[in-house]
């Protein structure tokens, strides 16, 4: 069972900065994806970024250029680097991970953009 656990969120002004991070154990599969999405109070789930085991990372277009996703050499924690960061992006933020076999989110982490 692949269990996340996330940190990093917090209160940042317009135009900050704030780097998320989420380590996975449990992992037994050699192809899979690590992902991050993120929700707003009262709307659906939406992808921020993802990024799967060989490399590939999709990125969506309202933070292409602010958010960067990446993972440590060993692949089991995946950070996303949030810059230039705007209200909108206030949401909670969750962790994902996914394979043929298994997925699983994480708790959630709370980020506020705030002046």
């Known amino acids: 069972q692949v269990q996340l656990e996330e940190s990093g969120g917090g209160l940042v002004q317009p135009g900050g900065s704030l780097r998320l991070s989420c380590a996975a154990s449990g992992i037994r599969d050699s192809i899979y994806q690590m992902a991050w999405h993120r929700q707003i109070p009262g709307k659906q789930r939406e992808l921020v970024a993802t990024i799967t085991s060989g490399g590939m990372i999709v990125t969506a277009n309202s933070v292409k250029g602010r958010f960067t996703i990446s993972t440590n050499d060993a692949k089991n924690t995946v950070n996303l680097q949030m810059t230039t960061l705007k209200l909108e992006d206030t949401a909670v933020y969750f962790c994902?991970?996914?394979?043929?076999?298994?997925?699983?989110w994480g708790q959630g982490t709370q980020v506020t953009v705030s002046s």
């Open positions: 994902f991970y996914g394979s043929d076999s298994v997925t699983a």
